[in-house]
């Protein structure tokens, strides 16, 4: 038998050794020359674009809703104001038990039970840092007895808003209209940037006709914001490269009517409640000098909110103090 004996050869072995080296480097060097090329990619030529993109991220623009337009008559008199009010305002994250909490304020009488459920969805549909309205306006009382057992509700507090408020309300709810909150229909066909950050808008007479005189041009501010979209203190310096920059909103137009509002008052004195219309006009240019429909309502409980028993009974009256006799009814002139 023939023994083979075998011999190492240590030539071919470097050589192999070598080549892998060169492999490895040559494999190595590339990666490494692909992650230097990225970095200065992101670093130097990107800067600007994911410096912009972070700022963005940072920085959130709030709506700032402007100030509604007045509405006077050919005296100046206010038919249609803004007044300062007082909105119960909940935020979530603060309250420990939702539940308990609007059961509670039903029964103060500040919420209506039948709006639990409602405000419960509402407060699980957005972040739990943002506050839900429970009622948009609490008169003296309300407000007064809040304020007394305050304490015994955590993160429900009032907050001053402006409301929309009509002096002579029941003299002119017809021909001056309303304002209700704004509805999915109203949100498809108005420009939804312009009503960032409003929550009413015209629903009849003047304030729907002249709704884009009477709402403004709305503003925007910067706020800085963190990752979950919660604001942040922050020195306003932060803020000086953000665009665009703060717009201050622009408030509504005042309007003056043709209504005279003696005219007004004496023809609904004179309607006592019957139903009927009154509309006076100056023959010599047209002008409605009064425009009256009765039975009459009284506006101010649209804008600032009003309970479904009493909705429910407007509608239902058989008087039907909502039709505006004046414009819709079919009455000889006389």
Do not use: W
């Not at 005219?263 to 240019?285: F, M, S």
């Amino acid at each position: 038998m023939d023994i083979f004996t075998t011999i190492k050869d240590h030539h071919s072995e470097k050589q192999l050794f070598v080549a892998r080296v060169i492999l490895s480097t040559a494999i190595a060097t590339l990666l490494l020359g692909t992650v230097i090329a990225r970095l200065i990619q992101l670093q130097v030529y990107d800067y600007e674009l994911f410096a912009e993109q972070s700022q963005g991220n940072r920085i959130r623009i709030q709506a700032v809703a402007p100030t509604r337009g007045l509405i006077l008559d050919r005296k100046g008199r206010v038919l249609a104001e803004n007044l300062p009010a007082y909105q119960l305002e909940m935020i979530p994250e603060l309250v420990g038990d939702i539940d308990d909490t609007l059961r509670r304020l039903a029964t103060l009488g500040l919420i209506e039970n039948n709006r639990i459920t409602y405000f419960k969805k509402l407060a699980k549909s957005g972040p739990r840092f943002k506050p839900v309205t429970l009622r948009f306006r609490l008169n003296e009382d309300e407000l007064a007895d809040f304020a007394l057992q305050r304490h015994r509700f955590p993160g429900v507090d009032f907050q001053p808003r402006l409301v929309r408020h009509y002096p002579h309300a029941r003299d002119s709810a017809h021909v001056i209209g309303y304002v209700g909150a704004l509805s999915t229909n109203d949100l498809n066909r108005l420009d939804a940037a312009e009503y960032a950050g409003t929550s009413h808008t015209g629903k009849s007479g003047i304030e729907f006709q002249y709704e884009k005189l009477l709402h403004g041009n709305t503003g925007h501010s910067q706020i800085v914001t963190n990752a979950r979209g919660r604001q942040v203190p922050s020195d306003r310096r932060d803020l000086s490269q953000a665009l665009p920059e703060n717009v201050a909103p622009h408030p509504g137009q005042t309007l003056y009517l043709s209504i005279d509002l003696d005219l007004q008052q004496t023809a609904t004195d004179a309607l006592h409640g019957r139903r009927g219309a009154v509309v006076a006009i100056d023959p010599n240019n047209g002008e409605i000098l009064a425009q009256v429909s009765s039975p009459t309502f009284d506006s101010n409980n649209f804008s600032q909110g009003m309970t479904e028993q009493t909705f429910k009974a407007l509608q239902s009256d058989p008087n039907r103090p909502l039709f505006n006799r004046a414009v819709l009814g079919n009455y000889p002139p006389g």
